[in-house]
DNA sequence: GGACCCAGAATAA
DNA sequence: TTATTCTGGGTCC
């Protein structure tokens, strides 16, 4: 059984939480209209991947409210990957070179990894980093926001905080579809 | 292996 | 523009 701490934080209404491991990795992260709902996610992920967490205060939240408010975060962060799969990793990979205030669409990663549209949602879905990991700048074929899952739930709170987050990244928005103008594609940039 | 899942894509109207 | 159908690939048992 590894031990893992859990720090939390409130952020006017939203719950934010951390995993982390004895070697100061991220295993996980998750964000949500309470901190309850977002207790329990951690809870339940840590319990599914055999860990223990112990309820402690560590900053790594505080990083994580910058990125909810479209900051940087102040210092690298380092992430334990030993829970994913590796193509969840390629994904993860791509995603992070996504720049802030651009998006790219499943179909664009699957096209630069030689892999299917489908699946790449399938590993965006499961991302255990959300925020730290930016899977809100994934969006649709048509450049429709499309879905977020907010502590593995789907629903219209999801798509509104997804939105909200792009905004304060200024990824221009018309209407509820993305400017043509910050589409990024993962092959055309290797940086 | 095989069944089932997916936060997509393409097509038709 | 919406509704329907078709995908391929990943994951879990």
């Not at 669409?105 to 949602?121: E, F, Q």
């Not at 739930?153 to 579809?177: D, F, M």
Request: include cysteine; hydrophobic fraction near 35%; charged fraction near 25%.
């Amino acid at each position: 059984m590894e031990r893992f701490t859990l720090s939390t934080d409130q952020y006017g209404e939203i719950g934010f939480g951390c995993l982390v491991d004895a070697e100061n990795r991220l295993v996980a992260s998750a964000f949500g209209p309470s901190l309850k709902i977002v207790k329990a996610h951690l809870a339940n992920y840590s319990k599914k991947i055999g860990g223990e967490p112990m309820p402690t205060d560590r900053p790594i939240t505080h990083e994580m409210i910058r990125l909810y408010n479209g900051e940087d975060v102040t210092r690298a962060i380092s992430f334990n990957t030993d829970h994913v799969s590796k193509f969840q990793r390629q994904v993860y990979r791509v995603l992070e070179r996504i720049p802030k205030g651009k998006v790219t669409t499943y179909g664009r990663i699957s096209k630069h990894l030689g892999s299917a549209p489908r699946a790449v949602g399938g590993a965006v879905a499961s991302n255990p980093w959300p925020l730290f990991v930016p899977c809100e700048r994934v969006v649709n074929f048509d450049l429709t926001i499309g879905n977020y899952g907010l502590c593995g739930n789907l629903g219209p709170a999801g798509t509104i905080t997804k939105q909200a987050l792009l905004e304060r990244e200024r990824v221009p928005i018309l209407e509820n579809r993305i400017d043509k103008k910050a589409v990024w594609d993962p092959s055309r940039d290797n940086r």
